[in-house]
């Protein structure tokens, strides 16, 4: 809980370079529930798209005990994976790749209301 790298040392010889490359994809990224299912929105100028989900862990922003792994499936608009979360405030911790090989990372919120 609280660790978002390893060595800090190490991840910030490279962080201004990452951060202009990640921003450089003008990328709008969002997560829901819906139904019972995570969606996970990508878009670039307002339309979908499609990269490879490296890593994808939803869990609690205290504790790592009710972390998970969603399996995410492309609908041809959202990445869709069933999950089942109780109430309250939820990180899903994304890496993903943009088509010329720029690694994207975020913690996205996801607010559970039931």
């Known amino acids: 809980p609280g660790l978002e ?55 609690r922003a205290t504790n790592v005990a009710q972390d998970q792994t969603p399996v995410f499936v492309f609908d041809g608009t959202d990445y869709v994976a069933p999950v089942d979360l109780a109430a309250g405030n939820w990180n899903l911790r994304l890496v993903a790749k943009a088509a010329n090989g720029t690694l994207f990372r975020q913690r996205i919120i996801v607010d559970v209301v039931k």
């Not at 962080?15 to 990508?42: H, K, M, P, Y």
């Open 5 to 59: 790298t390893k060595n800090s040392y190490i991840s910030s010889q490279t962080f201004d370079a990452d951060r202009t490359a990640q921003r450089a994809l003008n990328w709008d990224v969002g997560a829901r529930i819906e139904a019972g299912n995570l969606r996970l929105s990508l878009r670039t100028n307002g339309l979908p798209l499609q990269a490879e989900i490296i890593s994808a862990v939803l869990g």
